[in-house]
């Protein structure tokens, strides 16, 4: 049930290693990386052997998932008729303790991406990767990139190290709503804390089904801190957050505003209706019902056709085949899904 000329708005083309990203380092951090024996660190944000890292007939021989441009091009754009797709690039200068080591291979890797994909192929697009650590340098991040049309959102770590509604990371939501990108926020930590209320899990598969956890704190700092009263224009694309969670989220949250709004003067709309104004989500991986008419009721709960976006996450392994999208959906909310909300919410790529 795939529409000709979808928008893919989650891929992830693999970084190399940093070895691969030194060419478009200053003269100063290719001998800091070089010198400090760390040329061949690997800070990828996905481990590179799980199964549900890539599947299995989209593998490369031999090296790491999602780094074969001509593969990418058969497997993720021409396969699903693809009209633009955009590059998520999961690495780690985000993650890294030292700020200025952070934005370092933050910059190296929106180079690298700008050079080796987008250059390569006019159905590409990207996310301006910044580091979280560090808001002004993310901002300068943003003001160098922000000329260049074909990036075309802001990527941020779904877990920081404080939560993003505080004060801290306006400036970075400042620079989004001055260039109108929106600010997507993938999956994925920093891992300065614990990916859980009570700890760090024992296994993989604990971190990766509680991940919508982080996804619910983030939102409910953002409304009540004021981030999306203060930032109107302010878009925001939860990526592989899942869907499913968030009806029973704004009920809960509508109904507790109505009883305490007194402690958050500044929240002037219930916490459903910015939700459905600024927040938006892929599809990809979809935490649906086995049911298929369960998940269209499931949908029809968050009251609102805009909010929802195609993406096939390649090459991760988050869906059966080429089952991109699920059963249920009704045949116009994937039309709306897979072209004009994304056209709608990235408006760099109607021009």
């Known amino acids: 049930m795939l529409t000709s000329g979808a928008i893919d708005c989650d891929i992830h083309p693999g970084v190399p290693g940093i070895k691969t990203l030194l060419p478009y380092m200053s003269a100063h951090w290719q001998s800091a990386f070089i010198e400090r024996g760390m040329d061949g660190f690997d800070p990828a944000s ?29 497997q993720a754009l021409d396969h699903f008729g693809t009209r633009f797709a955009i590059c998520n690039p999961l690495y780690g200068g985000p993650m890294a303790v030292s700020e200025t080591m952070g934005a370092a291979i933050c910059s190296a890797t929106n180079d690298w991406i700008a050079a080796e994909w987008l250059a390569r192929d006019p159905r590409l697009r990207a996310s301006i990767v910044v580091p979280a650590q560090a808001p002004h340098l993310a901002v300068e991040e943003i003001e160098r990139l922000a000329s260049d049309q074909r990036f075309v959102q802001i990527l941020l770590p779904a877990a920081a190290e404080m939560p993003y509604g505080k004060r801290y990371y306006w400036p970075i939501y400042q620079a989004a709503e001055k260039y109108d990108l929106p600010i997507g926020l993938h999956t994925g930590s920093l891992f300065r804390h614990a990916p859980t209320s009570n700890g760090w899990p024992s296994q993989y598969l604990h971190d990766y089904v509680a991940a919508h956890q982080v996804f619910e704190d983030q939102l409910l700092s953002l409304i009540y801190e004021g981030a999306l009263t203060k930032f109107d224009r302010l878009r925001l694309v939860f990526l592989e957050s899942g869907v499913t969670w968030l009806p029973g989220f704004l009920w809960r949250a509508n109904k507790t505003w109505r009883g305490v709004r007194p402690e958050v003067p500044w929240v002037k709309a219930a916490p459903a209706e910015l939700v459905r104004h600024h927040v938006r989500l892929t599809m990809q991986p979809l935490d649906a019902p086995p049911d298929a008419a369960d998940l269209g009721f499931v949908l029809d709960q968050l009251g609102s056709d805009d909010m929802l976006l195609f993406a096939t996450d390649y090459p991760h392994w988050q869906f059966d085949g080429d089952a991109a999208l699920p059963a249920g959906i009704d045949a116009g909310l994937v039309r709306k899904m897979m072209v004009d909300n994304p056209l709608a919410t990235y408006a760099r790529l109607g021009k």
């Open 46 to 74: 996905y481990p590179p052997n799980a199964p549900i890292s890539c599947r299995a007939d989209w593998r490369v021989s031999g090296g790491k998932p999602g780094t074969d441009f001509a593969q990418l091009q058969r």
